[in-house]
């Protein structure tokens, strides 16, 4: 089964905790940050583990970051343009549903992985698609290949602001809601 690791788990989260908060461009607080101390600290946290989500997040241009005694991380765009997918690629890398359907023509869909606990050692040595004696007549690529295609648009589909409930009419609140 596909799974999402913490790490991509808690990056929406706090994503998701800026985009409430406002700090985005054109959002209510756009001229403000929030600083990973402050996120840590209201949604229970470990300050480094967010700190270093943080940098991840701004190291792949969804964060901007302001560095200092007033420093923090405000959206880089909108939550509306920000999808999951976005999200996801920076800490779980390319989506491979199976090995042979991860490659369009050289490039692989940025997305989810197979987690490593779901995978067997028969699995790690297909996911090498040169490693397939039945590439040139599986029957089971075609309809693999629509499957990934299906995850990995709704995945791309999934919005930022659909994740944190905002919407034109929802005015951002000012505290972090508690996990789960």
Same mark, same amino acid.
């Given at each position: 089964m596909?799974? !999402?690791?913490?790490?991509?788990?808690?990056?929406?989260? =706090?994503?998701?905790?800026?985009a409430?908060?406002g700090?985005?461009?054109?959002?209510p607080? +756009?001229?403000?940050?929030?600083?990973a101390?402050? !996120?840590?600290k209201?949604?229970?946290?470990?300050?480094s583990?967010?700190?270093?989500l943080l940098?991840e997040?701004?190291?792949h241009? =969804?964060?901007? +970051?302001t560095? %200092?005694?007033r420093?923090?991380?405000?959206l #880089?765009?909108? $939550?509306?343009d920000?999808?999951?997918?976005?999200?996801?690629?920076?800490?779980? %890398? $390319?989506?491979?549903?199976v090995?042979?359907?991860? #490659?369009? #023509?050289?490039? #692989?869909?940025?997305?989810?992985a197979l987690?490593? +606990?779901?995978?067997?050692?028969? @699995?790690? *040595?297909?996911?090498?698609? +040169?490693?397939? @004696?039945?590439?040139?007549?599986?029957? &089971?690529?075609r309809?693999?290949?629509l499957?990934?295609?299906?995850?990995?648009?709704l995945f791309?589909?999934?919005?930022l602001?659909?994740?944190? *409930?905002?919407?034109? &009419?929802?005015?951002?609140?000012?505290?972090?809601?508690?996990?789960?």
């Open positions: 596909l799974r !999402i690791s913490k790490k991509a788990d808690y990056a929406v989260f =706090l994503m998701g905790s800026i409430r908060q700090a985005y461009p054109g959002g607080a +756009s001229d403000t940050v929030v600083s101390q402050e !996120i840590s209201q949604a229970g946290l470990n300050k583990v967010v700190a270093n940098k997040l701004a190291k241009g =969804l964060l901007e +970051s560095r %200092g005694l420093g923090g991380y405000r #880089h765009r909108t $939550p509306r920000i999808s999951l997918a976005d999200i996801l690629a920076v800490f779980e %890398g $390319p989506f491979e549903l090995g042979c359907t991860g #490659h369009v #023509h050289g490039t #692989h869909t940025p997305l989810l987690a490593p +606990s779901m995978r067997t050692s028969t @699995s790690k *040595a297909l996911d090498d698609t +040169s490693d397939c @004696s039945l590439m040139a007549f599986c029957p &089971s690529k309809p693999m290949r499957v990934q295609d299906r995850i990995a648009k791309a589909d999934i919005r602001d659909e994740l944190c *409930a905002l919407s034109p &009419s929802t005015a951002p609140a000012r505290t972090l809601a508690s996990r789960h």
